[in-house]
Nanobody, 112 residues
Framework: VQLQASGGGSVQAGGSLRLSCKVIGANFRLIPVTWYRQAPGEERVLVAS???????NYSDSAKGRFTISRNYAWRTAYLQMDNLTPEDTGVYHC???????WGQGTQVTVSS
């Protein structure tokens, strides 16, 4: 299973980014997808997850600002991040925890 994450970048506080995670080599309709953030010197943090049937789950810091979604035709999960703050800075990885699959990550940097 391969996970291809993209969409990171550098924005100012209050800005938006949309992350994508393309899943290759797994039955996309049957797997949940999770986004994690890894900041330097900090533990990995779960940001949001989406079940195989599209039910979302968010961390407290992501609620109301981030939206996770998935497109079955494109085999891709998305994380729309709005009203970003410097605390959102880090490398964002997508994961299929049930398969032990972990993507390479995409860097998100939010400046104040």
């Amino acid at each position: 299973v391969q996970l291809q994450a993209s969409g990171g970048g550098s924005v100012q506080a209050g800005g938006s980014l949309r992350l994508s995670c393309k899943v290759i080599g797994a039955n996309f309709r049957l797997i949940p997808v999770t986004w994690y953030r890894q900041a330097p010197g900090e533990e990995r943090v779960l940001v949001a997850s989406i079940s195989s049937d599209g039910a979302p789950n968010y961390s407290d810091s992501a609620k109301g600002r981030f939206t996770i979604s998935r497109n079955y035709a494109w085999r891709t999960a998305y994380l729309q991040m709005d009203n970003l703050t410097p605390e959102d800075t880090g490398v964002y990885h997508c994961s299929v925890d049930t398969l032990g699959a972990w993507g390479q990550g995409t860097q998100v940097t939010v400046s104040s």
